[in-house]
Nanobody, 128 residues
Framework: QVQLVESGGGSVQAGGSLRLSCAAS????????VAWFRQAPGKERAGVAALYGSESTFYADSVKARFTISQDIAENRVYLQMNRLSPEDTAMYYC??????????????????????WGRGTQVTVSS
């Protein structure tokens, strides 16, 4: 079972940037769909971005053109570069992965119940 560990969260002012990192315990390239989800207080967990193989497969409308998902294949890491952050981006961010039907899992809509493996999350707080 792959283990996922997120890092890179923190507190920033609106307009700032953060880069989240998800470190996997095994090779994930072309084996897993890897996605970022986020959950704000009082809200449901929602998909942010996903990646399978060498291509990003999903971005939530609210983050398009601001967030970029990428990977370091050699390091088994997936990143989420977040630019032009706003207070609405404040949430706990989770990395998730699945090797069961990774292609369909990575396709829109991104459904959290299709992901078997989860990290513990990293908090992102954006102040106005």
């Amino acid at each position: 079972q792959v283990q996922l560990v997120e890092s890179g969260g923190g507190s920033v002012q609106a307009g700032g940037s953060l880069r989240l990192s998800c470190a996997a315990s095994e090779v994930i390239y072309s084996r897993y769909c890897v996605a970022w989800f986020r959950q704000a207080p009082g809200k449901e967990r929602a998909g942010v971005a996903a990646l399978y193989g060498s291509e990003s497969t999903f971005y939530a409308d609210s983050v398009k053109a601001r967030f970029t998902i990428s990977q370091d294949i050699a390091e088994n890491r997936v990143y989420l570069q977040m630019n032009r952050l706003s207070p609405e981006d404040t949430a706990m961010y989770y990395c998730a992965a699945t090797s069961r039907a990774p292609g369909p899992a990575c396709a829109p809509p991104l459904i959290s119940t299709e992901f078997r493996f989860w990290g513990r999350g990293t908090q992102v707080t954006v102040s106005s």
